[in-house]
């Protein structure tokens, strides 16, 4: 499209967007509180407030905290919006880099569960300055705000840069709640919706604004302006990471749909809705929207609305994984050849996040019919492969048992060289049943300091009271933090009987050695094998496959049917069996 085009598209979406936004919505904020206490004589000035915060540096966590309460004391302070800002503004500017700091150690963790006290304590102050700040300035945003473009024009920048302030610490919380694997809530998103749709009444979301930090910004970014971004940016971010559910993923890995968003040109574009059907490779969202947009048209969602294409980021992560793929098969993989934003993460995450990204950018529609359960007696679940291998081993003959704790074995089992998680049996941990159906499983539990480490891509396995000697086999495909206390743990179920069994490959790198796996047989009657993503298998794998009770066998394995951070399943042919 031509830049003319462009701009002439540009300017239609604005009169489209003016015309048919109602005055309640465009420019407004849906329950935005109203201040009602009088200073009084104990408001300090700026400085005061800031040199009492400097004095608890050494404590951090008390520190966020104080400044938390102090901000939501300011939005209840009946003061001038400008005097409000300028000292909700100092603070945050002062605590920033302590939110930074910490927001880093705790994104580059490999597991975010179980959750110490500090860390939530720090989390969650964090969270409510920014949501106090983000306050702030909708305050003064409303009292500036006109949908006419001659008044709009008179306080542009300001404007400008408050919506900026609101979408970059929405992205802060965004970001900050990612952490405890939780969600921005409905009143976020309306929010979020209602200011950028402010901005695109005025044709006036691609100026780039300084940031005030790198709080939820691709670190490896090379942008020789430094932390700038525009309004357009900032909502695409916040409506990406929302989109594929990142919020469930390894903490570690927050900053990837960011690096693509910087890599890919125009890798997501905005259209006014035609109200046709949505195409593949759309999405809708509205100006009163509470959540992120979605696949499907909802004839409750208020005008206006705007088109979210993403076709063009989708061919890219295709062509991203089928050329990862190609490179892993050959077992040659050139990190060169690869984007930044994949080069910068471990090996073994690079294929599930290109999953991971394709299947949140897809339609899904659910297939099983889920069943409300209350509960469940002795229900007991191994996370982790080494946990989930012992259960099965275990519940086999003398012979294998034996076999599996021989030192020669469980050194291959456990060497760090191949990265084994030695997580903690959570097999004492209580767990109720939240729903199931005939694919998985929900499960939900109180955390507390001894529960296991969890994360997502796990394999697992699980039985209840009523069938301890036949656990399911399965693997985790989603985390959710309800409430402070309880945890969501969502469950693919991958078999209903599944065994351990031993391989010794014939070439590769750990050829010679006995390796454990499981076996288990999929919908269509054929065999397939769970492996350690450490093993470094690829398709054609010649191996010596023994199995409990049954005589050593050649094998050879099939076509990749899933790959995990920390397994791969192969279809497995085995002539003999």
């Not at 004095?55 to 302070?77: E, I």
């Not at 999929?522 to 769970?530: F, G, L, P």
Request: with cysteine; hydrophobic share 40%.
């Amino acid at each position: 499209m031509s830049s003319t085009a462009e701009s002439n598209q540009q300017l239609a979406t604005a009169d489209f967007i003016r015309k048919s936004a109602t005055q309640e919505l465009l420019g407004q904020f849906a329950n935005l509180p109203t201040a009602f206490k009088s200073p009084g004589k104990e408001l300090a000035s700026k400085e005061d407030y800031l040199a009492k915060l400097e004095t608890l540096k050494q404590y951090p966590s008390k520190q966020l905290q104080d400044a938390g309460q102090l901000l939501a004391l300011f939005n209840r302070y009946n003061l001038k919006a400008d005097k409000r800002l300028q000292l909700s503004m100092a603070i945050v500017a002062q605590l920033y880099p302590v939110i930074a700091r910490f927001y880093q150690q705790y994104q580059t963790q490999p597991s975010s569960l179980p959750e110490g006290k500090d860390r939530k304590q720090i989390v969650m102050a964090s969270i409510e300055i920014a949501e106090q700040a983000i306050l702030s300035c909708k305050h003064l945003f409303v009292e500036l705000y006109s949908a006419k473009p001659a008044l709009y024009r008179k306080q542009r920048p300001r404007l400008l840069e408050l919506a900026v302030r609101i979408l970059e610490l929405a992205r802060v919380v965004q970001r900050l709640r990612a952490l405890r694997h939780q969600k921005l809530s409905a009143h976020n998103w309306r929010d979020i919706n209602r200011v950028f749709f402010a901005l695109l009444a005025q044709n006036d979301v691609d100026e780039k604004i300084t940031l005030l930090g790198q709080v939820g910004t691709w670190l490896n970014r090379t942008d020789k302006e430094g932390f700038k971004v525009s309004p357009r940016h900032l909502y695409l971010s916040l409506q990406l990471f929302g989109i594929v559910d990142a919020s469930s993923w390894s903490t570690r890995l927050f900053h990837v749909p960011d690096g693509y968003l910087d890599l890919v040109d125009n890798a997501i574009l905005l259209h006014v809705d035609n109200s046709l059907e949505l195409q593949a490779g759309m999405l809708i969202t509205g100006i009163d929207h509470a959540a992120p947009a979605q696949f499907r048209r909802d004839v409750r969602m208020v005008a206006p609305r705007i088109l979210i294409e993403y076709s063009q980021l989708y061919n890219r992560l295709v062509q991203d994984y089928e050329e990862l793929a190609k490179m892993k098969f050959i077992g040659n993989v050139d990190v060169s050849r690869l984007n930044r934003a994949l080069a910068g993460i471990d090996a073994m995450e690079r294929l599930p996040l290109l999953e991971a990204m394709l299947f949140g950018l897809r339609p899904r529609e659910r297939r099983q019919k889920r069943h409300a359960a209350f509960g469940s007696e002795n229900l007991r679940l191994y996370f982790s492969f080494k946990d989930a291998f012992r259960l099965f081993a275990n519940l086999g003959s003398a012979e294998m048992k034996q076999r599996v704790n021989s030192r020669e074995f469980i050194h291959t089992l456990a060497s760090p060289a191949l990265g084994a998680n030695d997580a903690v049996c959570s097999g004492q941990t209580p767990w109720e049943i939240a729903n199931f159906s005939t694919g998985g499983v929900l499960v939900i539990t109180r955390e507390s300091d001894y529960s296991a480490p969890i994360c997502v891509g796990q394999i697992t396995a699980f039985s209840s009271g009523k069938d301890q000697q036949r656990p399911l086999l399965g693997y985790v495909s989603r985390i959710h933090r309800p409430s402070d206390q309880l945890i969501e743990v969502a469950i693919v179920r991958l078999s209903g009987q599944a065994e351990a069994a031993l391989v010794t490959p014939e070439s590769g790198k750990l050829v010679g050695k006995t390796l454990g796996v499981m076996l288990f047989k999929n919908v269509d009657d054929r065999w397939c094998v769970v492996t350690r993503y450490e093993y470094d298998f690829v398709l054609g794998t010649p191996l010596r496959l023994l199995r409990d009770k049954a005589p050593t066998l050649p094998a050879r394995l099939g076509n990749v049917l899933l790959t995990k951070q920390e397994f791969v399943i192969f279809e497995l042919s085995v002539p003999g069996m």
